[in-house]
């Protein structure tokens, strides 16, 4: 057990512990005052990573070869410690988006599941995306109608017609149906639409919506 003297030398000069050879407990303490002491520690073991980890995603970029769970953890604390993996898995890279969309930005090139969770939370997304194809773009509109913010100009009537049938003859949820019935840049009689293409389950939703008003 540490003593309050050699906590207090930690804590005022946690540099020192970079040309010495500290104890578990040494560098379990030093990285509890500060996770950034880690930049500190030659070869800690799991116990210090994880602890640091878990204070801050951010951690590591102190970490040699860092293991998949140990990614995983650092992008479930924070979302924008993907920025210091080279070479993120997808898997980390989904955990990444699912913490926040907006580690998309770190991401040089997402995978199909990253993109589409990124832009399912959010349309502004789509902002950080490259080379979307047209399957991409009906993957995403099925996600958040609300992409056409941003694409309205260059998206074809009739293949927005064809992914909207696609929507509403099915099971719609009542989110996807209110951000359809406000989206102003949709010029449409949308009452109309799921009155002729849209399930029982979409009819119900979309006068649940209006009565709602």
């Known amino acids: 057990m540490l003593d309050e003297k050699q906590k207090e030398a930690i804590r005022k000069t946690p540099s020192a ?39 801050k995603g951010w951690a590591i970029q102190y970490l040699k070869e860092p293991t998949q769970e140990e990614a995983l953890l ?8 993907i920025q210091f993996l080279s070479n993120p898995s997808p898997e980390v890279q989904v955990a990444a988006v699912r913490t926040s969309w907006r580690a998309l930005r770190y991401i040089s090139d997402p995978s199909p599941e990253a993109r589409r969770l990124a832009v399912a939370q959010s349309e502004q997304a789509i902002g950080y995306l490259k080379d979307v194809s047209e399957e991409d773009l009906r993957v995403y509109l099925k996600e958040n109608i609300n992409v056409l913010k941003y694409l309205h100009d260059s998206v074809e009537p009739d293949f927005l017609s064809e992914v909207l049938q696609e929507v509403f003859s ?8 209110g951000q359809f019935m406000d989206l102003e840049v949709l010029s449409m009689d949308r009452i109309a639409f799921v009155d002729r293409y849209g399930s029982k389950n979409a009819k119900m939703r979309l006068a649940d919506y209006v009565l709602g008003r």
Do not use: F, H
């Not at 650092?74 to 410690?81: E, F, I, N, Q």
């Not at 099915?170 to 149906?177: E, R």
């Open 17 to 55: 512990l970079a040309g010495s050879e500290p104890s578990e407990e040494e560098m379990l303490y030093a990285v509890q005052c500060a996770w950034n002491n880690l930049k500190y520690l030659n070869n800690p073991p799991p116990s210090v990573r994880t602890l640091a980890l878990k204070e």
């Open 74 to 81: 650092a992008v479930g604390r924070d979302a924008d410690a």
């Open 170 to 177: 099915g099971d719609p949820s009542a989110q996807y149906i």
